[in-house]
């Protein structure tokens, strides 16, 4: 990577160096930081959370557990907090991905198209993607989803932060899946994915996009990592539930910063999200294959 692009992902640029993320992390100021590396490492940049960059939610993990899946939030708007993120689409009609200002739907029938921006959608978590931290992987060989996720924790100066997190990459095999679409009367999510379309993609090469969001928000989002994926050629992807990974860049940028929109619909109103046990039921959902 060269020093111009260096620059581009860590503020304080490649030659302010330090020490190692994870082992040079620093509480300055009230401020928790990592700090940056040398580029001969493969690690570029810092992950001290944005000032003024918040992740924005539409809806909360509760309400599609309780199976409210009706387009609330005119995906125009939902864009206009952010060109990055996760959802899903009215009905449960596919895993949404956002990237480069784009929304991709990929449905149970393995296709990926574009999602216009009149639609509704019922939950979406976006942010302005600005990253700050660069990683190389793959120069040890190659990482399945353990090991990457162990890899990106040891990046992160505290777990009890939101990260955006943007791997491009050449997999050796990703699994994905994508929900059937419902109809009314809407089952709760974890009946719904029980009928869930699963796919063996093999070696393939394109986005992972998703989030790290602490543990006590399970149930708001959803805690620990979420991912979908996306191919180059933006021809499949889907719900990320596990892949390995040949040689790829990690991107993040943290954030101290949650806004949330709640529905304003009398289903929302009215439902007890007090009565479900969520928290196995989001683990199962979120990690687990049908099968």
């Known amino acids: 990577m060269s020093g111009a692009e260096a620059g581009a992902v860590g503020t304080n ?15 300055a100021g009230g401020t928790i930081a990592t700090t940056v590396t040398t580029a001969a490492s493969g690690t570029i940049g810092h992950l001290n959370p944005a000032i003024g960059l918040n992740i924005t939610q539409f809806s909360v993990i509760h309400a599609l557990m309780a199976g409210l899946y ?8 939902v864009l206009a907090k952010g060109d990055f993120g996760i959802g899903c689409g009215e009905a449960l009609n596919g895993e949404l991905v956002f990237v480069d200002g784009l929304i991709y739907r990929c449905t149970s029938d393995g296709r990926v198209s574009l999602v216009d921006e009149t639609e509704r959608v019922p939950f979406a978590e976006v942010v302005d993607f600005v990253p700050t931290l660069s990683v190389r992987l793959g120069d040890d060989g190659p990482l399945d989803r353990e090991a990457f996720e162990s890899r990106v924790s040891s990046l992160m100066p505290s777990a009890n932060l939101f990260y955006a997190i943007r791997l ?11 929900p059937i679409r419902q109809h009314h009367p809407f089952k709760p999510l974890i009946e719904a994915m029980k009928t869930q379309a699963e796919s063996e993609l093999g070696e393939t090469s394109g986005s992972l996009i998703g989030f790290w969001a602490p543990g006590i928000y399970q149930g708001i989002s959803v805690a620990g990592f979420h991912f979908h994926y996306l191919d180059d050629a933006r021809a499949v992807g889907g719900h990320s539930l596990d892949y390995t990974i040949a040689s790829g860049t990690l991107t993040m940028q943290a954030m101290s910063s949650l806004t949330l929109r709640l529905p304003h619909t009398p289903e929302f109103g009215a439902a007890d999200f007090e ?17």
Request: aromatic share 4%; no cysteine.
């Open 13 to 27: 640029g490649p030659d302010s160096v330090a020490s190692a993320p994870g082992s040079g992390t620093t509480v």
């Open 70 to 77: 009706d387009g609330v939030f005119p995906a125009e708007q």
């Open 168 to 178: 491009e990459a050449e997999f050796d095999r990703m699994l994905v899946r994508e």
């Open 275 to 291: 009565g479900i046990d969520n928290d196995m039921a989001i683990r199962r959902v979120e990690s687990a294959s049908a099968h």
